[in-house]
Each structure stands twice: as C-alpha cells, then as structure tokens.
C-alpha cells in the first residue's frame, strides 16, 4: 500500500484560532485570586475550619486548572498559528508568549493579583497582536 503524504499546520488542521479561550481563563485565574485573597483577609481567625480549607482547597484547584488551560491556549496560538512571516511585524513574539506562559506558571503556584493582572494585561497584548496579523480589528472584551 502506498503512503498519502499530507500536511498540517497542527495536528487537527480546523484553522480556526482564536485568543478569546485564553482570555476566559486568564479571567478566571484572576477571579479565583481575588477570592482566596478575599476569604483569607476576612477569615484570619478561623483559617483552620473545615469550611474555610474546603472553599480554599476548591479556588486554589480552580486557579490551577485554568492557569494551565490558558497556558495551553497560549502555547497553541503561539506553536501553531504564528507563522516566520508574522516575526517581520512582531520581533518579540517569542519573548511575549515566553513571558505569558511563564505567567501562566506563577500563577498556578503564587496567589498574587499583581501577577493576575499582568497574566490579563499579557493575555490582551496577544489578543491584539493575533487580530492584527489577521488584519481584523477586534475589541478587548472582558466576560467579567
């Protein structure tokens, strides 16, 4: 039997690319932040309680899981849908997705709204980049 030789630019060649998943997760990142740092600030005397592990325990798993999906959006946009050709207009692409993924990692073991935020502000920086490449002048929404 002969071989078909075909190619991909990804393993399911849908093409349809959109930096909008990251976005959401990133969102929930910084949410899921903003309440651990909430339920500590207002349960400094009772931190011990089975309730407060409990909702604790369930936002850290939360943040975690949706720090590594934006990571894997992320890393997506960047492996599968940056061509050489887009490194003429960004000649930072490597270092943006770098530094967003390594946010994506900070993240899921810190609880700090500082890197929350920048996670979102590097998250928006990749969501106008991708739309410009594609020559589309799409608005930054945020879902929260």
């Given at each position: 039997?002969t ?6 630019h990804?393993d399911g060649p849908?093409?349809?690319?959109d930096?909008?998943?990251a976005?959401?997760?990133a969102?929930a ?8 740092l ?8 009772d ?12 936002y ?5 899981e949706?720090a590594?999906?934006?990571?894997e959006?992320?890393l997506?946009l960047w492996?599968d ?9 960004n ?18 073991v ?5 890197h929350?935020q ?6 928006e920086?990749i969501h ?6 594609k020559?589309r ?8």
């Amino acid at each position: 039997m002969t071989a078909i030789e075909a190619s991909a630019h990804c393993d399911g060649p849908c093409g349809v690319y959109d930096p909008a998943s990251a976005r959401v997760a990133a969102e929930a990142v910084q949410s899921m932040t903003k309440k651990m740092l909430t339920l500590a600030a207002n349960h400094s005397t009772d931190t011990g309680s089975a309730a407060y592990i409990n909702t604790m325990s369930r936002y850290a798993a939360i943040k975690e899981e949706e720090a590594h999906k934006c990571k894997e959006e992320l890393l997506v946009l960047w492996t599968d849908f940056f061509k050489p050709q887009h490194l003429e207009e960004n000649p930072d692409i490597h270092t943006i997705f770098w530094q967003a993924a390594k946010l994506c990692s900070a993240c899921k073991v810190e609880v700090s709204s500082e890197h929350a935020q920048e996670l979102m502000d590097a998250v928006e920086h990749i969501h106008n980049m991708f739309w410009k490449v594609k020559g589309r002048d799409v608005p930054w929404i945020r879902a929260s």
